[in-house]
């Protein structure tokens, strides 16, 4: 992609909506029959954890074709505390805009803001392969697992700081901002875009699937 014709800017009240059809389609049928993120973007915005100084959009020629959205987060130590950090998601391209550098630049441009900002780390759930280009990294490597005291190939970790992850062994907790939603909630607000078929048995949706059984007691 030429990149003279991508912005990235801060997203606006104006851009909700957008925004939100948006990740439908870059999430539809993606990962399972339909898509949730779509909501998780409408409600993300209303959370405490929210970090709209994070939220950007990238536009090319004019027209929106990706998004980024941020909370707060945090590690449960071992030894005792917490340990602020960083999680993103959605993170958004639309199907014709996808495998262009969009999601990368995206990444590294908010990445940069999180570190002057004085934040510590980024956790993210995703494909190993596509955030290890990234600059992303196991968070096993830390000593750091799941919510539930299990290592996953998909927590993957950034380090803003040098050294903010020392002696940082412990759990990772998302937060209440990405907690599991309810089926009818979806579906309610669903039904306010234009209506699309849901698909099942897809290789993407196989591909997730057997990436989210890859954990292990920690």
Not at 92 to 110: C, D, F, K, M, N
Request: net charge negative; glycine share 8%.
């Amino acid at each position: 992609m030429n990149f003279n014709n991508l912005t990235l800017r801060l997203e606006k009240k104006q851009d909700y909506r957008a925004v939100e059809a948006l990740t439908r389609e870059a999430f539809w049928n993606h990962f399972v029959p339909g898509c949730d993120e779509h909501y998780l973007a409408h409600t993300l915005r209303e959370a405490a954890a929210f970090i709209p100084e994070l939220c950007y959009v990238a536009e090319v020629d004019g027209k929106l074709a990706g998004n980024i959205m941020y909370a707060h987060a945090h590690v449960l130590l071992d030894g005792g505390g917490v340990l602020p950090v960083l999680t993103f998601g959605p993170l958004s391209v639309l199907p014709a805009y996808q495998r262009q550098g969009i999601g990368r630049r995206l990444v590294e441009h908010t990445r940069t803001l999180a570190a002057e900002m004085g934040h510590s780390a980024i956790f993210i759930y995703g494909h190993p392969q596509v955030y290890s280009h990234m600059g992303f990294e196991p968070a096993e490597r830390y000593g750091i697992a799941s919510s539930e005291n299990m290592y996953h190939d998909a927590l993957q970790v950034y380090v803003l700081r040098e050294g903010a992850l020392d002696a940082a062994a412990g759990r990772f907790i998302e937060g209440d901002a990405y907690a599991a939603m309810d089926e009818k909630d979806v579906a309610a607000f669903d039904s306010g875009f234009p209506p699309r078929e849901k698909q099942a048995g897809l290789p993407s949706q196989q591909h997730f699937l057997e990436s989210s059984n890859r954990f292990r007691p920690r």
